[in-house]
């Protein structure tokens, strides 16, 4: 997948807060030392992320975008 941002970083889930509409994602980074993202419950089920996985986050504006490859 190509994406338009060009920052990236590589995070591990902290914690997952899963509501009907938005979920709640913090991550946990090397600088700075934590990071969050809302993303739409049905993209956090898509993803199948849960507290522990290794992901990459790519920044780009005021969005932080959870890839899980």
Do not use: C, W
Not at 5 to 15: I, Y
Not at 24 to 49: G, H, I, Q, R, Y
């Amino acid at each position: 997948m190509k994406y338009g941002a060009r920052n990236a970083l590589t995070a591990k889930v902290k914690s997952v807060k899963k509501g009907d509409i938005m979920s709640l994602v913090k991550f946990e980074v090397t600088a700075p030392a934590e990071m969050a993202s809302v993303l739409t419950t049905e993209s956090l089920e898509d993803l199948k992320m849960k507290k522990g996985d290794q992901v990459q986050l790519i920044i780009k504006a005021i969005h932080v975008l959870p890839v899980k490859e």
